[in-house]
């Protein structure tokens, strides 16, 4: 039985975060004034309240997006940066281009597999997409490919419902955060063929 299922079995409530690789643990982290920090790991990233589901990605919401790029400003803009070079600094940044909203890209390190992700912030400011550009997802299962739970029909990654995101309070680093725990969970269903988690509330569920 894993730690967490171990610990949800005694009732006992564990928050999980996210090493700046990618990994995600629970334990051993301590509250320092400058954040939470792992025992072995250095700085971790709380997850945010998040829950896992798949369908229809929904499409920006062209009536709530303004007449300027909301990556036009600069106080808006940096809170992203300066988040992801707090939580994940070896993610490179990728400006606004052609009229596309910035993005970033990088590797994720569950510790039992290396994913390149893009994470792309909306026009509307929504929850941003998330695409794995490397490996393919999924997997042989006899004479098909299976796909993976939790996907949109886009092949994004469903790594909250779009009400869990709240671009007053959120930033790319919490998405990416989404990202690795989807990652991590993946990674069990590639084993198991069961998807261990449904997302969290704060604590493990």
């Given at each position: 039985?894993?730690?967490?299922?171990?610990?949800?079995?005694?009732?006992?409530?564990?928050?999980?975060?996210?090493?700046?690789?990618?990994?995600?643990?629970?334990?051993?982290?301590?509250?320092?004034?400058?954040?939470?920090?792992?025992?072995?790991?250095?700085?971790?990233?709380?997850?945010?309240?998040?829950?896992?589901?798949?369908?229809?990605?929904?499409?920006?919401?062209?009536?709530?997006?303004?007449?300027?790029?909301?990556?036009?400003?600069?106080?808006?803009?940096?809170?992203?940066?300066?988040?992801?070079?707090?939580?994940?600094?070896?993610?490179?940044?990728?400006?606004?281009?052609?009229?596309?909203?910035?993005?970033?890209?990088?590797?994720?390190?569950?510790?039992?597999?290396?994913?390149?992700?893009?994470?792309?912030?909306?026009?509307?400011?929504?929850?941003?997409?998330?695409?794995?550009?490397?490996?393919?997802?999924?997997?042989?299962?006899?004479?098909?490919?299976?796909?993976?739970?939790?996907?949109?029909?886009?092949?994004?990654?469903?790594?909250?419902?779009?009400d869990d995101w709240d671009p007053s309070q959120h930033t790319?680093?919490?998405?990416?955060?989404?990202?690795?725990?989807?990652?991590?969970?993946?990674?069990?269903?590639?084993?198991?063929?069961?998807?261990?988690?449904?997302?969290?509330?704060?604590?493990?569920?």
């Amino acid at each position: 039985m894993s730690i967490p299922a171990l610990l949800r079995h005694h009732g006992v409530h564990v928050p999980r975060f996210v090493t700046v690789a990618g990994r995600v643990v629970f334990d051993n982290v301590t509250t320092t004034p400058s954040g939470p920090v792992h025992r072995d790991y250095g700085p971790v990233t709380a997850v945010a309240p998040h829950r896992f589901h798949g369908g229809e990605e929904e499409a920006d919401n062209v009536l709530a997006q303004s007449h300027v790029d909301w990556w036009a400003d600069h106080g808006a803009l940096t809170r992203h940066v300066d988040a992801m070079k707090e939580s994940f600094p070896e993610f490179l940044y990728l400006p606004s281009d052609d009229g596309a909203p910035p993005s970033w890209g990088g590797v994720i390190d569950t510790g039992r597999g290396r994913f390149t992700v893009l994470i792309m912030t909306r026009r509307d400011q929504g929850l941003p997409r998330v695409h794995v550009t490397q490996p393919r997802l999924g997997a042989n299962a006899g004479r098909r490919w299976q796909k993976p739970p939790h996907l949109f029909t886009t092949g994004s990654l469903c790594v909250a419902d779009r009400d869990d995101w709240d671009p007053s309070q959120h930033t790319v680093a919490t998405a990416t955060a989404w990202a690795a725990h989807w990652l991590a969970a993946y990674s069990e269903w590639r084993i198991t063929r069961k998807w261990p988690v449904e997302g969290v509330d704060s604590v493990a569920v």
